[in-house]
């Protein structure tokens, strides 16, 4: 091709020997053969104009069909996920091995491998024999209970149940939770440990004492103030003799009812006496509940 003959074609046949040139190039450059400029100049401008803007609007729709292509991509990789969590966020059964509770499980979205949701439902029946010279009257009481909660779990391994128990139940005589809470023992075992806000004891004192009366076990306790001052080595101590004297049993939970201040020293107390045991912890105040109840640490202060 000469550039003579180039300049006496039309202006399609022009366009048509700039497409034969560029295809035919093996190798791209900056810079396009002069051949290739002076065919497009040979163009008329009304001509070039047109033909710059079908170029753009062809680029912009394989942008589009590529940017429609990723968008369904990423629909079916979101869908995917989406059931993947939906799998992970399925419930569970499970039995309490000492209680025979039953446990209704499912992970937390937001924390799908340490935090389950659960409700719990358990049953207590009691059965009392009557007689009389004229005859024998049996009565069979049974009582469910049905509550909600969540167990953190971790890998080192620790894992806790927190029971929510409905305002004002507690301490009814019906309730079973808080005798089960101390953990399951042989039969004649009747007695358990608690310790104490003094604050807590003079207000639900005899309430405590009457719930466990009524179950035919002998609380002993230990009475401890709990204001932030008195968090120190001494009511551990004093919480420590109180153990020894009781003769705690090396897997025996006892009870923690008071504040913030008390969960901590009975907590330190459960981890020095015999190298650990475990405790139940009754939170009476709201920070109780979001923090001292739900904590896997505990320390009391050495000075002020």
Not at 268 to 295: E, H, K, N, Q, W
Request: hydrophobic share 35%; aromatic share 6%; glycine share 6%.
């Amino acid at each position: 091709m000469t550039m003579k003959t180039i300049t006496k074609r039309s202006s399609e046949l022009a366009l048509a020997s700039i497409r034969d040139d560029v295809s035919s190039t093996k190798k791209v450059s900056a810079t396009l053969p002069s051949s290739v400029l002076d065919a497009w100049t040979s163009l008329p401008e009304e001509v070039r104009a047109a033909l710059v803007s079908s170029e753009i609007a062809s680029s912009n729709g394989s942008t589009a069909r590529s940017a429609t292509s990723v968008s369904s991509l990423n629909s079916d990789s979101d869908s995917s996920s989406e059931d993947s969590k939906s799998d992970n966020l399925k419930e569970f059964h499970e039995n309490c091995p000492n209680t025979g509770a039953k446990m209704v499980m499912k992970p937390l979205e937001r924390a799908p491998e340490n935090v389950f949701e659960f409700k719990k439902s358990m049953s207590h029946e009691t059965v009392d024999v009557k007689t009389t010279p004229s005859s024998t009257v049996t009565t069979t009481t049974t009582v469910v209970t049905n509550c909600r909660g969540w167990r953190n779990v971790f890998n080192l391994p620790i894992s806790y149940d927190v029971n929510m128990v409905p305002h004002g139940t507690l301490l009814d005589h019906s309730n079973p939770q808080l005798l089960e809470a101390t953990g399951v023992h042989s039969e004649g075992y009747n007695r358990r440990f608690a310790v104490i806000d003094d604050q807590v004891d003079r207000i639900y004192g005899d309430k405590i004492r009457a719930y466990f009366d009524a179950k035919g076990i002998e609380l002993t306790t230990c009475v401890l103030t709990g204001g932030e001052g008195d968090k120190r080595p001494a009511a551990v101590d004093k919480l420590l003799d109180d153990l020894c004297v009781y003769k705690l049993r090396r897997r025996e939970p006892f009870l923690a009812i008071g504040g913030g201040v008390l969960l901590d020293i009975a907590g330190m107390a459960a981890c020095l006496y015999r190298r650990g045991v475990p405790f139940v912890r009754v939170p009476t105040t709201l920070l109780a509940i979001v923090d001292a109840s739900v904590g896997v640490k505990n320390g009391v202060d050495y000075c002020c």
